[in-house]
């Protein structure tokens, strides 16, 4: 079997930081910058439109917003509204995708015209100036009409060094929880943002944090600790180390927390968290992927995931699969129930893994996910967006399995008779 390679996508005219999906018009949203400094790298959010060209899942160039001086760092993914943590501050977007009928004009001109290009295409960024003046940027391509627009913004960290690191909408999309380097978790309403609870959640940054459809939110940060909070008030934490594979001399910290479903099981969830050491050694120990029960937040099992240190974590929609980046560039998938290890990609990337994401499973994703069982996006520092395909694993029906055992026995019976006659 060959080296597991990533298929590059697209590449980016700035380092990108953030991604998601948006199921219903499969556009993939990628995000990133080079942030206020002035070395003529540009910041902005890239919509990419998905399609599946002659088996082969390819995307295009759609639009790109201008964010000014600000790199998008984190997305939220609600609808068609986008939170984006630029620096110190929280900014909605708000984008919609209409289908326009294309004259004859647009027929009979290039496939490559207009702001939407394939890779190996010229640059992104070489748009109309009108498109990037426009305060609500538009774009059109072969019929399709993709409207930008920014809704409020709000600054939601306020450290010394303000940076947001995290951002999340609750399950119904009507409110959105932020965290940051100063270790405050912030509630916000949608799209108002008005701020509805405030709370000093860790000692130093927040790392992650993952809201439950029941309210609980679990946060985790640079204090070594991860918390189960339900309206502000501390429900209990999660213990790990203490009954873990590993001794306590050797601090872990909790790298990044998501809730998933539970295949099979509606209503179902699972919390999934890694752990990564909190120092780098020169012998490094290993990473440990571990999930809990939602109810009772113990653990369930917990994996040890090599020494790459983990980067990122996503779950699919369904909570069958956990996408993992590392510091080192490699992107990894995992079965959710058993913890086990599907695909690995060594260095895909050569460099920090900022993102990971898979192809909704409802909406555009069956169709444009083809044969395959599932796919992961990862960007990078490197400016490139990666699909990793998961081939379909082969599995053998439970009719066929039974016909095949009703045929072994029939068999059987018909050859003790010929060796034994009066068998039966």
């Known amino acids: 079997m060959g080296r597991r390679r990533g298929v590059e996508l697209y590449r980016a005219p700035f380092p990108l930081y953030a991604l998601r999906v948006d199921p219903k018009t499969g556009l993939l ?3 990133g910058g080079g942030g206020a400094a002035k070395t003529g790298i540009k910041n902005g959010v890239h919509f990419l439109q998905l399609e599946l060209i002659n088996g082969c899942l390819s995307a295009s160039l759609l639009h790109s917003h201008d964010t000014e001086t600000r790199a998008t760092m984190n997305l939220a993914l609600a609808g068609d509204i986008l939170a984006a943590g630029q620096d110190a501050q929280c900014q909605l977007l708000r984008f919609q995708v209409h289908q326009q009928k294309s004259n004859k004009a647009e027929k009979s001109g290039s496939k490559e015209q ?12 070489k748009k109309p ?24 913004a709000v600054q939601t960290d306020f450290s010394t060094e303000p940076l947001q690191k995290v951002v999340r909408f609750n399950h119904d999309s009507t409110l959105l929880a932020t965290g940051g ?25 927040i790392g992650d944090l993952a ?11 640079w204090d070594l600790k991860a918390s189960v909070w339900q ?28 809730f998933g479903q539970v295949p099979d099981q509606p209503g179902g969830l699972r919390l999934f968290t890694v752990q990564i050491p909190h120092k780098r050694l020169r012998q490094p120990p290993p990473c440990y992927l571990t999930a809990w029960d939602s109810s009772s937040f113990l653990p369930l099992r917990t994996r040890s995931c090599g020494h790459e240190v983990i980067s990122c974590l996503s779950v699919s929609e369904s909570g069958t699969f956990l996408g993992l980046g590392t510091v080192t560039g490699s992107v990894v998938i995992y079965i959710a129930f058993s913890l086990q290890r599907l695909y690995y990609v060594k260095e895909a990337h050569g460099i920090v893994v900022t993102d990971v994401a898979f192809l909704p499973e409802k909406g555009c994703g069956p169709e444009l996910l083809g044969p395959h069982e599932t796919a992961l996006f990862s960007v ?3 400016s490139r967006c990666q699909l990793h395909l998961l081939p379909s694993r082969r599995s053998v029906p439970v009719w066929l399995l039974l016909l095949m055992c ?8 018909l050859l003790l008779q010929s060796a034994f006659p009066g068998f039966l």
């Not at 380097?181 to 000692?203: C, I, M, N, Q, Y």
């Not at 009703?406 to 019976?413: D, E, K, N, Q, S």
Request: with cysteine; hydrophobic share 35%; proline share 6%.
């Open 231 to 258: 309206k502000g008030q501390l429900v209990t934490q999660l213990h790990w180390q203490e009954n873990g594979p590993t001794s306590s001399s050797t601090p872990y910290r909790y790298q990044a927390c998501r």
């Open 406 to 413: 009703v045929g072994l026995i029939i068999v059987t019976i």
């Open 380 to 382: 990078a520092v490197d």
């Open 181 to 205: 380097t100063d270790g405050h978790v912030r509630v916000w309403k949608v799209p108002s943002l008005e701020k509805v609870l405030d709370f000093k959640a860790h000692e130093g940054e």
């Open 29 to 31: 949203i990628a995000a």
């Open 129 to 152: 100036a009108a498109a990037e003046k426009k305060p609500a940027a538009e774009a059109h391509r072969e019929g399709v009409e993709l409207r930008v627009k920014n809704l409020e």
């Open 114 to 125: 207009g702001p939407r290009q394939r890779k190996g295409a010229a640059p992104a960024e």
């Open 211 to 221: 809201l439950g459809p029941d309210g609980k939110l679990v946060t985790v940060g």
